[in-house]
């Protein structure tokens, strides 16, 4: 962890969103979309209904924490997965005890985009999003637009992310 830890601090990235799902033996929640600004949690919704929801919730270092804490418990199994760029865990799976049943718990990040780098790569991975539209009269429809990679999508900010695929 600490490497991956050092490479996500090494970049220092301030301004970003993401997506978290987090899966357990729990009543199910929808996917949050986090927006980070300058270090700050600005905005947390859930995806893909838009219910905004509020401001405490984890930032990236969060999840680091997260992991530190499963290995401090000494917990029966820890699988982590990390972003090979960023260093940040795009998937942390914990089974805190072998013999209890539906315990486990699993968080899963995904559609990272830094605002501080808006080059975006040509890799086609399209995801489905709501657009809102600017217009002069009311009502205004939102439309669902295709977008080559959650980058682009974001490039634009009057984007919310959907799902994966094309719309």
């Known amino acids: 962890m600490s490497e991956n830890k050092k490479l ?3 970049k220092n990235i301030k301004d970003y969103s993401f997506v ?3 899966s357990c033996f729990c009543p199910h929640e929808e996917k949050k979309q986090i927006t ?8 947390v919704k859930y995806i893909p209904s ?4 509020g401001l ?3 930032k990236i270092n969060g999840y680091f924490s997260i992991i530190q804490d499963a290995l401090d418990k000494n917990v029966h199994k820890l699988t982590v997965t990390y972003d090979e760029i960023y260093g940040y865990p795009s998937d942390i799976a914990i089974d805190h005890n072998e013999q209890m049943a539906d315990e486990e718990v699993n ?10 780098n808006r080059d975006c790569d040509a890799q086609y991975k399209p995801v489905c999003a ?10 205004c429809e939102s439309i669902e637009q295709t977008f080559s990679n959650t980058c ?7 984007t919310t992310y959907l799902r994966d695929g094309e719309c």
Do not use: A, R
Request: aromatic share 6%; charged share 15%.
């Open 130 to 139: 709501k657009v809102d539209i600017l217009c002069v009269t009311t009502p």
């Open 8 to 10: 996500w601090k090494i």
């Open 107 to 116: 968080y899963t990040l995904t559609h990272f985009i830094s605002n501080n």
């Open 50 to 53: 838009n219910t905004i929801l």
């Open 36 to 43: 980070v600004d300058d270090g700050i949690i600005t905005e």
């Open 152 to 158: 682009v999508m974001n490039i634009n900010p009057n």
């Open 20 to 22: 978290i799902q987090k």
């Open 56 to 58: 405490n919730q984890e």
